[in-house]
């Protein structure tokens, strides 16, 4: 089993900066990849970002491209997404996730992810 918890979340107005951190206990990470979704109130969740266990290799939402940066770091059995030039459409609760395929994350196959965080909230004020 593996225990997902979020942090980092919170209120920030338009174009400012947030860094969630996603910290895993009870196994190590090293052997899943990892991908952040979110769901902003009346949606349904929807992919963010995602990183292969090596963290060779990333993936993004195209609505995220070129402003968020997904990072892992094994050792300390953590996963990060940093988040820049945020926008009020980025309001949203964020979701880490674990799962051994990166293809499952990447086609939102939201069934078969192993394991769900329970989320942060981020707010972004315009």
């Known amino acids: 089993q593996v225990q997902l918890v979020e942090s980092g979340g919170g209120l920030v107005q338009a174009g400012g900066s947030l860094r969630l951190s996603c910290a895993a206990s009870?196994?190590?990470?090293?052997?899943?990849?990892m991908g952040w979704f979110r769901q902003a109130p009346g949606k349904e969740r929807e992919f963010v970002a995602a990183?292969?266990?090596?963290?060779?290799?990333?993936g993004y939402a195209d609505s995220v491209k070129g402003r968020f940066t997904v990072s892992r770091d094994n050792a300390k059995n953590t996963v990060y997404l940093q988040m820049n030039s945020l926008k009020p459409e980025d309001t949203a609760v964020y979701y880490c996730?674990?799962?051994?395929?990166?293809?499952?994350?990447?086609?939102?196959?939201?069934?078969?992810?192993?394991?769900w965080g329970q989320g942060t909230q981020v707010t972004v004020s315009s």
């Open positions: 009870g196994r190590t990470l090293k052997t899943y990849a």
């Open positions: 990183i292969s266990w090596t963290g060779g290799r990333t």
């Open positions: 996730a674990a799962e051994g395929a990166l293809r499952t994350i990447l086609a939102e196959l939201l069934s078969e992810i192993d394991y």
